[in-house]
């Protein structure tokens, strides 16, 4: 099945649920499955983003104006995972216990409103990886329509291109809890920090980077195509005093480079055990 085909089975499933609630984080995938369910369903669906601690200030920003530029209906809602103290100790649950808060809040909303369907944007390469949050969704009966619709992450970006949408080559991006190690107290005061980090090393002309936050130590991981700018004595200068003003004192800088989930390579295999089993019409699978 060619993309636009897929783009196509995509469109008939949003259709035929007749109103939706999408959870909607801004990243291509979201911000993708959001255009496609307005495209669809017009007034009858309505993104919402979590007004968390966990997504930085930026990405809320991005969020909406992607919102205002393509014309589709966008909220906010309140989101206390932080008053959980499952999520505060920061085990290799930590995202089921995210999610299960952000979609029990949908929940809540989508019965004040008669909205029967909540959406969210977990597309076909997503179900190798390691992510709790698809637990939760299975919990809540979360619908995943880019699974169903069989879209890969490449076929999201080339037709969100397509489409005209600026989040189509939007580097990958995750809340700022994921740069804490498992097993290191989640506080809004550590992720603030990892948060204020990344937006010095996003304003020194880098794309694609993490900052690892490791107590007293700052493991920042850079592409690998981006590295030999990060490489210089100068660079090395920049960086360390961006740190070491925030409290570190220690700066280090990741020879292996940027990688999607570097945190969960501490996991064992049974907890990273593949959820390839999942598809949203069977929650309890």
């Not at 930085?56 to 969020?63: F, N, T, V």
């Not at 992510?131 to 999201?156: C, F, M, N």
């Not at 991981?221 to 200068?237: N, Q, S, V, Y």
């Not at 005093?241 to 220690?250: P, Q, S």
Request: net charge negative.
């Amino acid at each position: 099945m060619t993309p636009k085909a897929k783009e196509d089975k995509l469109l008939g499933l949003l259709h035929e649920m007749g109103d939706v609630i999408v959870a909607y984080s801004g990243g291509t995938d979201s911000a993708y499955l959001a255009w496609a369910a307005h495209q669809a369903l017009g007034e009858r669906a309505v993104a919402i983003t979590a007004d968390s601690a966990s997504i930085p200030a930026s990405h809320k920003l991005d969020a909406e104006a992607f919102a205002q530029q393509f014309g589709f209906r966008h909220e906010y809602v309140e989101t206390r995972e932080f008053d959980n103290p499952d999520y505060v100790r920061n085990d290799a649950n930590r995202c089921f216990h995210c999610k299960d808060e952000l979609f029990t809040v949908l929940e809540k909303v989508g019965l004040e409103r008669g909205v029967s369907h909540i959406v969210y944007g977990v597309n076909k390469d997503d179900l190798g990886d390691y992510r709790p949050g698809q637990r939760a969704a299975r919990l809540h009966s979360v619908k995943a329509p880019l699974v169903d619709a069989d879209l890969t992450k490449a076929e999201i970006r080339e037709l969100s291109r397509q489409a005209g949408l600026p989040t189509w080559d939007r580097p990958a991006a995750a809340c700022l809890s994921s740069r804490i190690p498992y097993g290191t107290p989640v506080t809004i005061q550590n992720i603030r920090t990892v948060e204020i980090g990344e937006e010095e090393i996003k304003a020194l002309g880098f794309r694609q980077f993490r900052t690892r936050f490791h107590g007293e130590l700052v493991r920042i991981e850079i592409a690998r195509e981006e590295l030999p700018k990060a490489l210089t004595l100068e660079m090395g200068a920049k960086l360390t005093a961006v740190f070491k003003a925030l409290g570190y004192k220690y700066v280090t800088l990741d020879l292996e480079g940027y990688r999607q989930g570097s945190m969960n390579e501490v996991l064992t295999v049974l907890q990273t055990a593949p959820a390839t089993s999942y598809t949203s019409q069977n929650p309890t699978g």
